[in-house]
């Protein structure tokens, strides 16, 4: 199925979404794509692989040029972004750097209420 920029914006909306960013022909690309599934599954985040192919609207309203390419969303927002091949441990500290900011954005949120209710 292809994906609109439309769809996108509505599946990074809320929680944590790791966004490939790739092509077919990009070797890099997919040696990394078994990387950044198994850690965003690790850490249990939504993952969505586009191919530059089949996605050149979407490529371009979020100003991918390069491949590989990984954003990262948290709620609709973009946290973190990174072209070009990525070790492991450096695609796994961006998960985890964004999985900790909603979850201290989550706890942030459950304060105001409780403040508000009082």
Request: charge should be negative.
């Amino acid at each position: 199925m292809l994906m609109t920029v439309e769809h996108l914006q509505d599946e990074i909306k809320s929680h944590v979404v790791v966004v490939d960013f790739m092509a077919t022909r990009c070797v890099p690309c997919q040696a990394m794509y078994p990387v950044v599934k198994e850690l965003a599954d690790h850490h249990n985040v939504k993952f969505i692989k586009l191919d530059a192919d089949e996605h050149e609207a979407i490529f371009d309203q979020y100003e991918v040029y390069g491949v590989p390419h990984i954003k990262i969303f948290v709620n609709g927002e973009e946290k973190a972004s990174s072209t070009g091949p990525k070790q492991r441990e450096d695609i796994e500290a961006m998960i985890v750097d964004c999985v900790n900011c909603q979850t201290s954005q989550e706890q942030k949120e459950e304060r105001i209420l409780v403040e508000d209710y009082f």
